[in-house]
């Protein structure tokens, strides 16, 4: 009897509708290879059987592509955009449907260049969670690419512990159960744990201005609380999003001090305290410093005697400094244009990151919210309390940790992210359970953590069904409305300013953020759409007469949102804008100038960079640091400089030299 695997047939359909051409078969181990124009649309097609787990990869030979995969009656699944070179891997479920399922290759950005697609695995999704596991890692596997450790804590024990791939390259040494890997920004409840620690000591209180512990840092006229800077409301400009504005990349070296720095020569709060929430690194990095200012300890010294030591985390350390050697621990890797290279530590993390551990050590920090050894009840209150802002308005964070509930379960999360390190962290209070995935893979898809936590724990969860079945007599919208909706619009609200186009496909509504992959949409009443695969929704306001220019974005909070004003610039406006500015703030200088048409912005730091026009004297870019620039005129007209902004960072003041 033949099985799948020897029937599986793929399909390729090059820039023409899927059975337009003739088709081209393509069996398990076997590569094909395609070239992709700007407007280039590749699809290919698997004939597969209902709860089939399909994987592969498409290799981005020397184009950035996204992999977007819609199954048998037209609905798109899955959309994959992370590394811009190397395996761009894709991977689904064909759940209960059977029948042709398309992957689509398409360029990023108008891209060009050539790739390769292979579907590796077409097999029956597998019924025992190990084995699961090892598929949903499968990208993380083998001995040529970085890798990765799953641990899963239930009921109070830690059930599965397991390792993929290597955990350093260069010497061919695997990732094994007992690796020691940076966990980024997960590091923040520690810091946290570690304030509320001296709080308890009556060493300061969560309510005292930073600048008690901290005096060199200025007086912008109001209090910015320790608990202000706990739960990322304290509205300092962001270190990891200003420093890249002068140049500075991920791995380059600098002190410690220039967070205090920074915030001496920021003119003023980017919002006022306790008003919006602004994920911000600034702030955990001068937590730390305020704990060695407090103790007389270092801060890794400090962390290993009061938090690691007592939970008898015997393996977890804090990186003291960029270059430490941690043994042990996994090397970071990131790829390139000649394949996976190694990665440095961000410099001067610690608090804000930093703490390299194991799935053992994390799952003995889990039971530390039932047991509460170090810190107490109080403490871990505390921590898993959501902040209230001013407007009233409840946050999903407490201080140092994500707190949400979902579908009827509470749960304490937190990602993170180094240079090339990437984790995710999840712990569910009522079932003394959770999910910790770490790996050494700049492109680690930290999403796999929720699937493994729903693969474990899914039927302690409400059904997805009932909170469709609520909404379902009004999930729809007409297409008359979806066409107002369609277009160019601009979110702007705390922490955010960013561009968003919505499209409408055969009566399927889309919407693709500057530089991100694209999403579908799903209509929950005749204004409203949920975003599938994010937690994140919108609500568009619509005028009596149908037309619609307003919106609110809530994704952790709520943005408002507008159609954009397109102008169109005469080579002759654009000239207006070239010319060298300089920030005093930053002490930098960038010059803008007209080539071909397009404004080009560069400083001595960088290779020129395309300015795209949004609206009025508002241009974009593809770097994240430069996300918008708007000019300013003076009476007269004149350009007089213009601001940059891009989310945890903004209003960074370039005069007109």
Not at 23 to 44: A, C, E, K, N
Not at 262 to 283: K, M, S
Not at 608 to 637: C, K, N, Q, V
């Amino acid at each position: 009897m033949r099985t799948l695997l020897t029937c599986l047939t793929l399909v390729a359909v090059v820039g023409q509708p899927i059975f337009a051409q003739e088709r081209q078969s393509i069996r398990r181990g076997q590569r094909i290879p395609g070239t992709l124009v700007s407007d280039s649309h590749h699809q290919y097609a698997l004939d597969l059987r209902e709860n089939t787990f399909v994987f592969g990869e498409v290799n981005q030979i020397d184009v950035d592509v996204v992999v977007r995969v819609t199954g048998p009656d037209g609905e798109e699944i899955r959309e994959f955009d992370s590394p811009a070179r190397g395996p761009e891997y894709f991977q689904f479920d064909t759940e209960e449907e059977a029948g042709v399922f398309l992957i689509e290759v398409l360029p990023f950005e108008e891209a060009e260049g050539d790739y390769e697609i292979e579907v590796m695995r077409a097999e029956p999704v597998a019924r025992n969670r190990g084995r699961r596991v090892d598929q949903l890692m499968l990208a993380y596997s083998g001995e040529s690419t970085p890798g990765a450790v799953v641990g899963v804590l239930e009921r109070g024990q830690m059930r599965f512990v397991r390792a993929y791939g290597m955990a350093n390259l260069d010497h061919g040494i695997p990732f094994d159960e007992g690796t020691i890997s940076n966990i980024g920004s997960v590091t923040k409840q520690f810091t946290a744990m570690g304030i509320l620690l001296l709080q308890a000591e009556g060493k300061l209180s969560l309510d005292d201005d930073i600048r008690e512990h901290i005096p060199e840092l200025p007086d912008f006229g109001t209090p910015v609380t320790i608990r202000n800077l706990l739960n990322h409301t304290g509205g300092y400009r962001e270190i990891y999003n200003l420093l890249p504005i002068t140049g500075y990349q991920g791995e380059d070296a600098f002190d410690r001090d220039i967070a205090i720095q920074i915030v001496q020569r920021q003119p003023d709060l980017q919002a006022a305290p306790n008003t919006e929430f602004n994920y911000n690194n600034t702030g955990f990095i001068l937590l730390a410093t305020t704990i060695e200012r407090l103790t007389d300890m270092t801060f890794p010294e400090f962390m290993k005697e009061r938090v690691f030591e007592p939970l008898g985390m015997m393996d977890t350390r804090v990186k003291a400094y960029q270059g430490e050697i941690i043994p042990g621990s996994a090397q970071g890797y990131v790829y390139g244009d000649n394949g996976f290279r190694t990665a440095r530590d961000l410099a001067g993390s610690y608090g804000a990151g930093g703490i390299y551990t194991t799935a053992g050590d994390m799952a003995r920090w889990m039971l530390n919210y039932r047991d509460a050894t170090v810190g107490g009840p109080e403490a871990i209150e505390a921590i898993t309390t959501p902040a209230v802002l001013a407007s009233g308005d409840t946050t999903n964070y407490g201080l140092g940790l994500g707190v949400r509930t979902v579908r009827g379960q509470t749960v304490y999360t937190h990602t993170g992210g180094d240079t090339a390190h990437r984790t995710y962290f999840l712990y569910l209070p009522d079932l003394e359970s959770g999910v910790f995935l770490s790996s050494n893979n700049a492109s680690a898809d930290l999403s796999l953590g929720f699937q493994i936590a729903m693969l474990f724990f899914e039927d302690q969860f409400e059904p997805e069904e009932a909170e469709e079945e609520e909404s379902a007599e009004a999930a729809t919208m007409s297409e008359d409305r979806m066409e107002a909706i369609a277009g160019d619009w601009i979110i702007e609200g705390p922490g955010v300013s960013l561009g968003i186009e919505y499209t409408l496909e055969d009566g399927q509504m889309f919407a693709q953020a500057s530089g991100q992959p694209r999403f579908s949409l799903i209509p929950t009443s005749d204004s409203t759409f949920s975003f599938d695969g994010v937690a994140a929704s919108v609500t568009f306001h619509f005028e009596a007469d149908g037309s619609v220019d307003r919106a609110t974005h809530h994704q952790g909070g709520n943005a408002s949102m507008r159609r954009l004003e397109r102008v169109e610039f005469t080579a002759e406006d654009l000239e207006n804008f070239a010319h060298r500015y300089f920030c005093e703030e930053l002490e930098i200088f960038y010059e803008i100038v007209l080539e071909d048409g397009e404004l080009k912005i560069h400083n001595l730091r960088m290779e020129p960079i395309t300015l795209e026009h949004s609206e009025g004297t508002t241009f974009t870019s593809d770097a994240f640091f430069l996300a918008s620039l708007e000019f300013r005129r003076s009476g007269s007209g004149q350009v007089t400089g213009f601001t940059v902004s891009n989310g945890r960072t903004r209003d960074v003041w370039f005069r007109r030299w």
